[in-house]
């Protein structure tokens, strides 16, 4: 897209790497990737997702990045720097988790507005706690009031937690405890013109302890509202839901296919969280995570399932991350021009 103003020549071995660069790269590719080239025995594959025979994959407008992924960045330099880098990389949005984040020097959240407005940054969501033993803690069942006054200063469209469903247990009964709740700050965000969201780990794909055929996540789905609680799927960990929890308990079979989930409801999934992993089945969680793009999540084909759908295209924001990259502008830029770089298939 037009924003992203310098050329990425650090992206060449890693595009290679994944076969990602064809002979006919295209326009949007070359502006990437300034001078560099690949090899015209790159395979053809690869040349389709990147060739600008179709349209991109990525909506306009709709690039964003979890700013917990930059939590170094912003704790020693600040808010403003970040976000001068994010305008550079081509990204649009930015979601919080937390508004400080150890932010050098005070900052307000008109000032927080302002400087992402003025970086043409747009606000969209943010990870707040769902419940906490303290009675003053920032979180949605400690104190809703203040968690959406805050919101709605910083004009979010979303407001949501990372935090799991699991705050009375694993069973159907506490689950279904649980969803009544979100009900409820679901309907005092619908009232502030926001949308409440549950973003998922791995976890939630598991099942019910009282019911190992009951899959928690298809609880939180059917107990909750579908107009006042919405999801914010992280693909990476969807995935590795897929792998740890595709069998129940006593070893039969449960497959699942997180796309499924977004294609039967898409309006439930306003956000997504655009996170990628090497698979490994030696590892616990069946990936290493790893910077967007390097990763064996096929990207092209997600975006492109979701917003190809009637009336979705704009219905959708993707939110960059990684929870430990090795060196985080480095990742927000590779993952803003590996995502500007895909094409639908024609």
């Not at 009375?168 to 619908?190: M, P």
Request: a neutral charge; charged letters at 25%; aromatic letters at 12%.
């Amino acid at each position: 897209m037009s924003r992203i103003s310098q050329p990425d020549p650090e992206l060449t071995h890693r595009l290679t790497r994944r076969g990602m660069l064809g002979v006919a790269a295209g326009a949007t590719a070359a502006a990437l990737l300034g001078a560099a080239a690949t090899p015209a025995t790159a395979a053809t594959e690869t040349a389709d997702k990147t060739s600008g025979r179709g349209r991109p994959v990525l909506p306009p407008g709709r690039l964003g990045i979890q700013l917990y992924s930059l939590r170094d960045k912003v704790s020693t330099l600040g808010f403003a720097p970040v976000f001068a880098e994010l305008e550079k990389y081509g990204y649009d949005e930015v979601e919080f988790a937390g508004y400080t984040q150890g932010s050098a020097g005070p900052i307000t959240l008109a000032q927080l507005k302002r400087l992402a407005r003025d970086h043409g940054l747009n606000p969209i969501g943010s990870h707040v706690g769902y419940y906490s033993d303290d009675p003053n803690a920032y979180t949605f069942a400690q104190n809703l009031t203040k968690v959406l006054d805050d919101a709605q200063a910083l004009g979010l469209k979303h407001i949501g937690t990372a935090s799991g469903p699991f705050r009375y247990g694993s069973t159907v009964d506490a689950w279904k405890r649980a969803a009544e709740e979100f009900n409820t700050y679901g309907a005092a965000a619908k009232a502030r013109g926001m949308k409440f969201y549950q973003h998922n780990h791995s976890e939630e794909f598991s099942f019910a302890t009282d019911n190992p055929k009951v899959r928690l996540y298809d609880v939180l789905l059917k107990e909750t509202d579908p107009d006042l609680v919405f999801l914010e799927m992280d693909i990476y960990w969807a995935y590795s839901g897929q792998f740890r929890f595709s069998k129940r308990p006593d070893g039969t079979p449960a497959p699942f296919e997180p796309l499924n989930y977004v294609l039967r409801q898409p309006h439930r999934y306003p956000l997504f969280h655009v996170k990628d992993g090497v698979s490994d089945p030696a590892n616990t969680y069946g990936y290493r995570m790893t910077d967007v793009g390097d990763g064996d999540i096929d990207y092209q084909k997600f975006i492109s399932a979701v917003t190809r759908l009637r009336g979705e295209r704009l219905a959708h924001h993707w939110q960059a991350e990684h929870d430990q990259p090795t060196e985080s502008f480095t990742f927000a830029r590779r993952s803003s021009a590996y995502l500007h770089l895909l094409r639908e298939k024609c």
